[in-house]
């Protein structure tokens, strides 16, 4: 099946200093994706939808200054994370919709744990 | 926009029980109902999904059902095993918008 990876899986970065994220669509070509937040037992909440080679576009109350994304190929987004704080400490995750039998399925990456201190 | 409702949000079951989880939806326009598995500080995997020309889907010990008269639809877990210990989320989404929904979450743990 589809493959969604993500890169790194885990990262802590100090206050200030910005943090990107990586999502790669393995073996498949993904001219959307999608990325969500998900903090401690709570639902996915989705933050933008990445599109190839056009801006991205942000859900209402996310600040697209703070969460810059560049969806530079068919196979790569990333999402940067400027001037951490320790409120953006979060799971962020990715997912790519890739056509199978009977219509369109959501594969989501691993995620990506940021914890700022 | 849709709104999914997900319910129990903890559930405790001993292994070998079965467990079902309750979604219901608003938008009569979603067609597609996925289920999505998220293992303890890892990303979610679909796990099984129905669309709405459907009422039923099985896969091995999971099920899904679909009433779209009502507007829910439900997971079923049969003979459960610890390792089905997890949150489950349901999701929906309107044909042609394949942006997913997705209830608040339910964690299963399955007692040996």
């Known amino acids: 099946g589809a493959v969604v990876s993500q890169h790194p899986s885990w990262v802590i970065c100090k206050s200030g200093t910005s943090v990107k994220i990586e999502c790669r669509s393995l073996?498949?070509?993904?001219?959307?994706m999608f990325w969500y937040r998900q903090f401690p037992k709570q639902s996915l909440m989705l933050m933008a939808t990445?599109?190839?080679?056009?801006?991205?576009?942000?859900e209402q109350g996310v600040e697209k200054d703070k969460f810059l994304i560049n969806h530079a190929s068919l196979t790569l987004s990333t999402l940067t994370v400027t001037s951490a704080h320790p409120e953006d400490s979060s799971f962020y995750i990715c997912?790519?919709?890739?056509?199978?039998?009977?219509?369109?399925?959501?594969?989501f990456g691993p995620g990506t744990r940021l914890t700022v201190t | 926009g849709e709104n999914v409702e997900q319910h129990p949000s903890t559930l405790s079951v001993q292994e070998g029980d079965s467990a079902v989880i309750k979604c219901t939806y608003s938008?009569?326009?979603?067609?597609?109902f996925p289920w999505y598995k998220q293992e303890l500080g890892k990303g979610s995997q679909l796990i099984i999904d129905?669309?709405?020309?459907?009422g039923e889907k099985k896969d091995q010990r999971i099920a899904v059902t679909l009433n779209k008269t009502a507007k829910h639809f439900s997971l079923h877990i049969t003979e459960t095993q610890p390792e089905d210990s997890a949150v489950y989320f349901c999701?929906?989404?309107?044909?042609?918008?394949?942006?997913?929904?997705f209830g608040r979450g339910t964690s299963l743990i399955v007692h040996p």
């Open positions: 990445s599109n190839e080679g056009s801006k991205a576009t942000y």
């Open positions: 073996d498949f070509q993904a001219t959307t």
């Open positions: 997912s790519a919709p890739h056509q199978g039998g009977g219509g369109y399925e959501q594969y």
């Open positions: 999701a929906a989404s309107e044909g042609g918008s394949y942006i997913p929904t």
């Open positions: 129905i669309r709405s020309n459907v």
């Open positions: 938008d009569s326009a979603s067609n597609y």
